[in-house]
T-cell receptor, first 115, second 113 residues
Framework: KAGVTQTPRYLIKTRGQQVTLSCSPISGHRSVSWYQQTPGQGLQFLFEYFSETQRNKGNFPGRFSGRQFSNSRSEMNVSTLELGDSALYLC??????????????FGPGTRLTVL | DAKTTQPPSMDCAEGRAANLPCNHSTISGNEYVYWYRQIHSQGPQYIIHGLKNNETNEMASLIITEDRKSSTLILPHATLRDTAVYYCIVSDNYGGSQGNLIFGKGTKLSVKP
């Protein structure tokens, strides 16, 4: 079974630009979660999608948004980029994200650098 | 905030068992204990999880105390490739916790030859 894939793997943007990151979950997984990882704050939850609906959201500003498609693939968007948005963005998928089925499988991440 | 407490770092000799402790004294009855690890610059890797009983898979064993206030992840024969940050997480996976795992700082395990 193919793992979680994320594209692109590396991205360099400048302040004020916007960026879209993509995540393809493991086949059959319907829950997709996004995390931001920085040296200072560690791994922080951004949001989770299930059946094309945002089910949970972390404590990030509205510049961070996402969506999920009918095939469970997900994208996240960051608008008006700031230097502090430089981070590793991780996507994880699980079968349902609920109850006993929330073991999450992570992709390799997208390394975003904002200049 | 993370509901778990882990030592910041541990060393282990290659070929020996690595025993990583985790305290979760406020765990509630329906919360699972999860273990993940992250090798440098890679995405976290799921290792194992359990609710009440001890669990074993091809990667590791999870020992949960009877009162569920602490657990130990055991890597039976550590190799250099097991050097990573290990995260212990508790979650009931309902409501605001669906699809959301709260990562703490973890334990940096260094396996030495």
């Amino acid at each position: 079974k193919a793992g979680v894939t994320q594209t692109p793997r590396y991205l360099i943007k400048t302040r004020g630009q916007q960026v879209t990151l993509s995540c393809s979950p493991i086949s059959g997984h319907r829950s997709v979660s996004w995390y931001q990882q920085t040296p200072g704050q560690g791994l922080q939850f951004l949001f989770e999608y299930f059946s094309e609906t945002q089910r949970n959201k972390g404590n990030f500003p509205g510049r961070f948004s996402g969506r999920q498609f009918s095939n469970s693939r997900s994208e996240m968007n960051v608008s008006t980029l700031e230097l502090g948005d430089s981070a590793l963005y991780l996507c994880a998928s699980s079968r349902t994200g609920t109850g006993s089925s929330n073991e999450q499988f992570f992709g390799p991440g997208t390394r975003l650098t904002v200049l | 905030d993370a509901k778990t407490t882990q030592p910041p770092s541990m060393d282990c000799a290659e070929g020996r068992a690595a025993n990583l402790p985790c305290n979760h004294s406020t765990i509630s009855g329906n919360e699972y204990v999860y273990w993940y690890r992250q090798i440098h610059s890679q995405g976290p890797q799921y290792i194992i999880h359990g609710l009440k009983n001890n669990e074993t898979n091809e990667m590791a064993s999870l020992i949960i105390t009877e009162d569920r206030k602490s657990s130990t992840l055991i890597l039976p024969h550590a190799t250099l490739r097991d050097t990573a940050v290990y995260y212990c997480i508790v979650s009931d996976n309902y409501g605001g916790s669906q699809g959301n795992l709260i990562f703490g700082k973890g334990t940096k395990l260094s396996v030495k030859p």
